[in-house]
């Protein structure tokens, strides 16, 4: 079983910054890519932001040059530096994984349960 848990959310003002984290635990062999969504009220989830196990990264137009996915393989987490923020970021951001539990041949896709920022004065 594993799992992914994150947190670091809250309200904050416009201009301001949050870092989320996004941490996997459980009987992990590998973990592959892995990346943030977020979902605002009214509206589809979106992806924000992915990154390779190499430590690739790719990020939506929206949030290039404020947001930044980084993650630490040897403490099996993921992080999102978010900068900048707007009233249009507020969402419930979640993290997504691909993978391989210890003693099996294939990874699976783990969400985590989400975090909400919300982004007002």
């Known amino acids: 079983q594993v799992q992914l848990v994150e947190s670091g959310g809250g309200l904050v003002q416009p201009g301001g910054s949050l870092r989320l984290s996004c941490a996997a635990s459980?009987?992990?062999?590998?973990?592959?890519?892995m990346g943030w969504y977020r979902q605002a009220p009214g509206k589809q989830r979106e992806l924000v932001a992915t990154?390779?196990?190499?430590?690739?990264?790719s990020h939506a137009d929206s949030v290039k040059g404020r947001f930044t996915i980084s993650r630490d393989n040897a403490k099996n987490t993921m992080y999102l530096q978010m900068t900048s923020l707007k009233p249009e970021d507020t969402a419930v951001y979640s993290c997504?994984?691909?993978?391989?539990?210890?003693?099996?041949?294939?990874?699976?896709?783990?969400w985590g349960q989400g975090t909400l920022v919300t982004v007002s004065s």
């Open positions: 990154i390779t196990s190499g430590g690739s990264t």
């Open positions: 997504n994984a691909m993978i391989r539990p210890r003693g099996t041949f294939r990874s699976v896709e783990v």
């Open positions: 459980g009987t992990i062999f590998v973990i592959n890519d």
